[in-house]
């Protein structure tokens, strides 16, 4: 079954910083646009930005409240997409999931990784 | 604060038909997309493209579009249709992707 995995998610303080990772088994994501979701306790989905495939030129497009600070990237040799966060507030507090278009737009995420951002 | 619009709770009985709304529904948006989420665990495609099921979605499940608002209908209901369910949508004219707030739907 495709899936994507989340790592890298954990306590920071604010204004720090912390870079996510996202990977895949059983398809690769060379050929895929990768989406960054995420939900703060007890609330609603945020999308927060994505990344085009590299013949798509690999760029990026963030939500507003992530605009600025954080950075989609993707490396090839890993098949693996990241998301580096900065400059880190208490409203991002939040589990991350990475999704993609497998066959359809969003059909495919991962089961979330953790990021707290303490005071 | 989401562009698109869900009320934030729906409920119905065994075998009822509910529908859950989205409004707010911009020109910059050509499709809605539906997601289902229990408690836990990670969204999951119900509807794409407005209306729309991926292979293994029942057909109880049902998603439609008009004008400024779409709606997602649940025929003969049934317990394990109790999550939440978020409408979202890429604005181009926002060029974001935006979600519905979500709708807890309560299976009584």
């Known amino acids: 079954e495709e899936q994507l995995v989340e790592s890298g998610g954990g306590l920071v303080e604010r204004g720090g910083s912390l870079r996510l990772s996202c990977t895949a088994s059983q398809f690769s994501l060379k050929n895929a646009w990768v989406s960054w979701v995420r939900q703060a306790p007890g609330k609603g989905l945020e999308w927060v930005g994505r990344i085009r495939t590299e013949s798509d030129g690999g760029t990026t497009d963030y939500g507003t409240p992530v605009k600025g600070r954080f950075i989609i990237s993707r490396d090839a040799s890993k098949d693996t997409v990241y998301l580096q966060m900065n400059g880190l507030k208490i409203e991002d507090t939040a589990l991350y999931y990475c999704?993609?278009?497998?066959?359809?737009?969003?059909?495919?995420w991962g089961k979330g990784t953790r990021v707290t951002v303490s005071s | 604060q989401s562009v698109l619009t869900q009320s934030p709770s729906a409920s119905g009985t065994p075998g009822q038909r509910v529908t859950i709304s989205c409004s707010g529904v911009g020109s910059g948006i050509d499709y809605v997309y539906w997601f289902q989420q229990f408690p836990g665990a990670a969204p999951t495609l119900l509807i794409h493209r407005s209306d729309q099921r991926p292979s293994g979605v029942p057909d109880r499940f049902s998603g439609s579009k008009s004008g400024t608002s779409a709606s997602l209908a649940i025929s003969g209901l049934r317990s394990e249709d109790e999550a939440d369910y978020y409408c979202a949508g890429w604005d181009d004219s926002l060029s974001e992707w935006v979600f519905g707030g979500g709708t807890k739907l309560t299976v009584l």
């Open positions: 999704t993609t278009r497998y066959s359809f737009f969003m059909d495919v």
